[in-house]
């Protein structure tokens, strides 16, 4: 999975659009792109067109983002685009592992509702959404089965630390957002589960955009998320292995195997050991999915 396209859940013509845009996901929302007397609406368009979606065999897998826990307004989410049977549940607001279970909760009673069998709900979750949210990211091993990925976000983060902007004169992230970055994806690879980065907020931007996903993908994430139909064949294109780093980790392979799985081989020059395997072995692991 490499892009992860944001579609605001009250604008059919959009959610219409999103499908045609090539991403490996939606994230259908009903959180922050939808204005609070909208909501009640934006649930029953989700629902309806995750139901119209759901025979469609080569559609992108479907999410919905859900309001956080506190609003209370996460059960009345989940009681509508549940019966609907949506591939997964985007959970913002995130402050540790034991909100992620709680979530877990609240769908496995859905799933039982709605003859869904267990587990097949997934949960992906945003984790640096406030300063609270930072202290909380060691606990998410293991916190739900459900759990397939981790991403963060930029602009709650900075309304909570009262910043003025989280972004520097040439574009680049600020210190406590780089902080954020970092800390979710060594948090998610910690947890097992997919590392995935945030958005590019200018979307009309491109040149921005894949600088910044070459970035995520150099240091390790394995997707990234879009707010435009436009970001999303970079996103694609960047994260998507190349040929040529599909074959170079296959060399390596069978360059292991042919040395009898030594721990430590040279080839062209070069020492090879077990973290250069382990990252070839990731690389064949992510082209198979
Ligand atoms: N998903 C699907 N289609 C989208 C889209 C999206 N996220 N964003 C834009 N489109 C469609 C538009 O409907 C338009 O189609 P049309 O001309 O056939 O009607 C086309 O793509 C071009 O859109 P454009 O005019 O360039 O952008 P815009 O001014 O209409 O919209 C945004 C700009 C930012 C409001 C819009 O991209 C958007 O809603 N993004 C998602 C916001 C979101 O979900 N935020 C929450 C997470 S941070
Ligand atoms: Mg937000």
Known sequence: MRSYL?????????????LASGADALLLDLEDSVAPDAKPKAREIVRDYLLAQASRKDRPRLFV???????????????VVM?????????????????????????TAREA???????????????TESAEALFGLSNYRGS???????????????????AETNRNERGDYTDPYRLARAQCLIAAVAAGVAPIDSIYPNFRDADGLRREALEGRRDGFTG??????????????????????????KRLIDAFAAAGNAGVISLDGQMYDQPHLKR??????????
């Open 280 to 289: 070839a072995l990731r690389l064949l692991a992510r082209v198979k999915k």
């Open 6 to 18: 944001f579609v605001p859940g009250d604008a059919p013509r959009k959610l219409e659009k999103g």
């Open 65 to 79: 983002r859900v309001n956080a826990l506190d609003t209370g307004l996460t059960d009345a989410d989940l009681d």
């Open 144 to 162: 739900s089965e459900r759990l397939d990925g981790m991403t963060w976000g930029a602009e709650d983060l900075s309304a909570d630390l009262g």
């Open 113 to 127: 509702l709605h003859n869904i069998e267990e587990g097949t709900t997934r949960i992906l979750v945003l984790v």
């Open 224 to 249: 990234k998320m879009a707010i435009h139909p436009d970001q999303v064949p970079v996103i694609n294109e960047i994260y998507t292995p190349s040929a040529e780093s599909i074959a170079q980790a």
């Open 83 to 107: 019966a609907a049977r949506p591939d997964g549940i985007l959970f913002p607001k995130s402050r540790h592992g034991g909100d992620v279970t709680h979530l877990d909760a609240k769908i």
